[in-house]
């Protein structure tokens, strides 16, 4: 049943128009109507492959819908460049700066004034300068894209497009795998954006994040409109049911289990200014979390973990057993497993089906070199369905499924296996609010047959749900340490920005 709130759609920016769009033959979009207002932060929410990425393909030209209509200003933008000319840009979630290059030479590309063949440098820097001001953002045009947090990445992004003239702003889960304050800072020049008069549309699957900071909300379900309406009109229940279609409960278990013996432990690991001196024990049975801002510790120890780079010094055992470092098959064979945070660049391999994702890790890890065809389907279904990895056609290419449903395929390749110990890195990035709930439960059931879990993560919400123990970085070093039954959500994230040693 679609509830829908009074609209000011002569104001609209953007307008879209029983819209329909189908994938082979399975429709992603089933006529959804909807409209952006300038001044205005508007919010998509739905469960995974509910179909908040195919309509911002739509709204950006990327792809044309089936049926239906879109509007900007008069004009129906037929592709990337109309979009654009037209004020419709987005900010995805894979950063799309050249990250070799500076600040200001990032928000001018394509755009470089010039005397004649001659560069006008200084009219860039001030130039982008100039952007980045009128947003309100402090960062340092001549620092190189690539030095920068993902937050400031984000925000050059942003200062780029409405220099561009953008007046309908799209940004992607713009605070996934963010910390407590740079998702603050994002969710700041979000509302700079709006009252300067952009229309924002935002997606995220942060339920208080998007009743925090939306004016407008539309939740889709398998291709509809579930409900559209204006934020203050609807709650965290509503929410959760118009998006799911029932409640949701998540909570922690009781954890009985007296402490084992120790699963994972790292000692005096070292590497660069990233991970100083860095120790860890993990029980067998426990979860301990790492906590601190995002782009340092996490990514290191994931790399140091998982084999992919040799630390300075330090090291790594799983049951009392010392893993050769560097080596990713040894990490495997001493019973490790990474679930990385970053599925596009290391998780899956896009081009392979489904099927064989989720069977990859399995396979080498038998040396399975050949897949029989016929069994692929009958080995990895009892996956599929744990993780509930939902698909429009029945065994796509990995990458066309939705954000969230990738994820799952991740979770399910390295945890199928088996482990001794895991580090999770991010585990619900891009995850439904269901889906948060169920790969909690998975992980609560991993701890509880014995495995040692190491969880990175950027959310204090997720740390304080999974956790034994929370053990809180900054610059590379352990600042702290918790209980997460002694301290509150609001101490953590205090512990985390200001963390005084207790
Ligand atoms: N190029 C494509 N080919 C085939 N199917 C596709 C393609 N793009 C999207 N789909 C399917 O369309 C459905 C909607 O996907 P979409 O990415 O829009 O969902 P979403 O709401 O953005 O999900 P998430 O929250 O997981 O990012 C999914 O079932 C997805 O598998």
Redesign the pocket.
Known sequence: MERTAGMRAEEAVLRVRDVTKS??G?A?LKGVSADFLPGEVHALM??????????VQILSGVLSPDSGHLEIGGHTPRNPRQARRLGVSVVPQRRELVMTLTVAENIMLGDLPTSGPVVRWRSIRQTARDALHALGLEIDVDAVAGDLTVAEQTMVEVAREVRRGGRVLILDEPTACLGPEAATQIRELVTRLRDSGVAVVFIS?HISEVLGLADRITV?RD?RVTWSGLAKETDERGLVRDMVGRDVVSRRPARTAEPSEVGLSIRRLCQGRFIEDFDIEVRRGEIVAVLGPAGDAQSRLFDLLSGRRRPESGTVSIAGRAIRSGSIDRSLAGGLRCVTGDRRRLGLIPGLTVDENLLLAQDRLDRRKLHRWGRLAERAAPLRDDYRV????RN?PVE??????QQKVLLAKWLGTGPAAVLLEDPTN???VAAMAEIHTLVDALAAEGVAVLLASSSAEEVMRLADRVVVVRDGRRVAEHRVDDITRDELIATTLGGALR
């Open positions: 994938f082979g399975a992603a739905g469960m995974n492959g509910a179909g908040k990425s195919t309509l699957h889709l291709g939902v698909s429009l056609v796509p066309q499924l939705s954000g969230g449903n891009g995850v439904d």
